[in-house]
């Protein structure tokens, strides 16, 4: 069944909107390989969501410091140099014309991560891509972890628009995963991962790369 046409397109953050290119940058300088760098968000991402499921939460913040503890000998200085890398994270080169795109075609965008506040608002700024984007939302603000169902009602809810009024664009099988089973219009392509998990239901929407997102939402039947 066709989706109608989303009337927001909320965005994923860290990989999918913003490259983690200084997180890395700053493990390299702390003396760790870059190849580190996905076993620790991983390891972030497994203790959110173990935290969540058990009716607990912690900051992504601490998390992230928490999977930094278990897989190097940092210290807690070293450590807290690397987590300063996400106030330096970019756009990827794709984004800011896809933003446009949207932004152009009559859809409202927003950002929602469960990362720490502020990470957002910096790496599009930096990107000069503020204006395209109407708010961020951090699920810190209800300690929430996505792919919680809380995480995404409370981002329609904030946008003021019914759950089937909004999709969520993410590069992660597990957000989108959780997006549609709140009711959400999910958006999936590669960019950390190479395929999407088979394991789960279908995306409502599958492309090779961000622009071919961006064209299927805009083909999309108004409601």
């Known amino acids: 069944m066709t989706r109608p046409r989303p009337e927001v397109v909320a965005f ?3 990989e999918t909107l913003l490259d983690l290119a200084p997180v890395r940058a700053a493990l390299i300088e702390a003396g760790e390989p870059a190849t580190l760098l996905p076993t620790v968000f991983a390891r972030t991402l497994l203790t959110g969501f173990a935290a969540a499921v058990v009716g607990s939460w912690c900051a992504f913040r601490d998390a992230f410091d928490a999977a930094l503890q278990q897989a190097t000998d940092l210290g807690p200085d070293a450590r807290a140099t690397v987590i300063e890398g996400f106030g330096e994270l970019a756009p990827h080169p794709d984004v800011e014309p896809a933003l446009r795109r949207l ?13 720490s506040p502020g990470v957002a608002e910096a790496g599009l700024q930096r990107g000069g891509i503020s204006a395209l984007v109407e708010r961020s939302l951090s699920s810190e603000a209800i ?3 996505k792919p919680s169902r809380e995480a995404y009602l409370w981002a329609a809810g904030s946008c003021e628009v019914a ?11 597990w957000d989108v ?18 395929a ?11 492309a090779s790369d961000l622009a071919g997102v961006v064209d299927a939402l805009l083909a999309l039947p108004p409601a």
């Open 103 to 115: 932004t152009e075609g009559g859809f409202r965008v927003v950002t929602l991560s469960h990362g």
């Open 163 to 173: 759950p089937d009024r909004m999709a969520l664009v993410a590069a992660h099988g």
């Open 177 to 194: 995963l959780g997006a549609q089973r709140a009711g959400l219009t999910g958006a999936w392509f590669p960019r950390s991962e190479r």
């Open 196 to 206: 999407y998990p088979t394991v789960y239901e279908p995306p409502h929407i599958t």
């Open 143 to 145: 300690r929430a972890w």
């Open 12 to 14: 994923d953050v860290n």
